[in-house]
C-alpha cells in the first residue's frame, strides 16, 4: 500500500491486455490473473468489498506476504477472520521471514489452522543464502509445504525457471511429492479445488526442530 497500488480492475485488464498481445503473436500460454497482498489489517475489508485478485475464479486462495522481518501478532486472528469469508490465505516464501525462520513454531500454528505455505523456488537453489535454503528445506521436510513458485522477477535475476527446484524437492520428499508441489496443487487452486494439507510434524515450541511430533492435518 503506497507504493504499489494495484486495483483488481486494473490486474485484470493487464492480464486481458497480455493474453491478447500472446494470441496474436502465436504464443499458447494461458495468463490468470493473480496478485500477491502485502499483510494488512486493511485485507479483511478489501477481501469483503471484492477489492482483490484471488488465485482462483472461486474467490477462494489469497496470496499473502509477511514483512521481510516480522510475522504480525495479529496474523492469526486475520487469517482466522478470512476463513469465515471463505478465503484460504497462502504464505508467500515464509521460509525468507525472520520471525518465522527463527520460530517455525509461528508457522506451524499457521498452517494447523488452515493457511497454505508458497516456498520460491530460489529459495530450495541457495538464490537467496545457505540460511534461507536450510529454512526452506526444513519447512519442506516438516510437510509444511503446499506450492514451489518461481516468483519470478525478471528473465534474469529471477526467471520463471522450476526445473532445478523441483529436483531439489524430489531429492529431499520424492517425485510424486515434487510434482505434487509445482503441478497438482497449483492446477487444484485454479480450478478451485481442495489442497491435501497431509500429515505433518510439528516442532516443540523451547527445542525448536530437533524433537518432532507428528499430527494428522484437518
Known amino acids: 500500500p503506497g507504493v504499489y497500488e494495484c486495483g483488481a480492475g486494473d490486474i485484470l485488464k493487464a492480464a486481458l491486455e497480455l493474453q491478447a498481445a500472446l494470441d496474436e503473436n502465436g504464443v499458447a500460454v494461458r495468463v490468470l490473473p493473480g496478485a500477491e497482498y502485502r499483510f494488512t489489517r486493511e485485507l479483511l475489508e478489501m477481501c469483503a468489498n471484492g477489492d482483490v485478485i484471488y488465485l482462483n475464479r472461486d474467490k477462494r486462495y ?8 516480522q510475522a504480525p501478532p495479529h496474523a492469526e486472528w486475520v487469517f482466522y477472520e478470512l476463513g469465515l ?5 497462502v504464505i508467500a516464501h515464509p521460509e525468507r521471514n525472520g520471525d518465522l525462520a527463527g520460530r517455525p513454531d509461528l508457522l506451524h500454528r499457521l498452517v494447523t489452522r488452515g493457511a497454505l505455505v508458497q516456498i520460491t523456488a530460489g529459495s530450495l537453489t541457495g538464490l537467496f543464502g ?9 519447512f519442506l521436510s ?6 514451489i513458485a518461481s516468483d519470478a522477477h525478471s528473465s534474469r535475476g529471477r526467471a520463471p525457471v522450476l526445473s532445478a527446484a523441483f529436483r531439489e524437492a524430489a531429492s529431499l520428499a ?6 505434487r508441489l509445482v503441478h ?7 480450478r478451485g479445488g481442495e489442497i491435501p494439507a497431509g500429515t505433518f510434524a510439528a516442532p516443540e515450541a523451547r527445542r525448536g526442530l530437533r524433537k518432532i511430533f507428528f499430527f494428522k492435518a484437518r
Open 142 to 147: 516438516m510437510g509444511w509445504v503446499h506450492f
Open 130 to 138: 545457505g540460511r534461507v535454503r536450510k529454512t526452506a528445506r526444513q
Open 174 to 179: 520424492g517425485e510424486e511429492a515434487a510434482r
Open 85 to 89: 469469508l471463505g478465503v484460504t490465505p
Open 184 to 190: 497438482d496443487n497449483p492446477l487444484q487452486v485454479v
Open 62 to 69: 489469497l496470496l499473502v506476504e509477511f514483512p521481510a522481518s
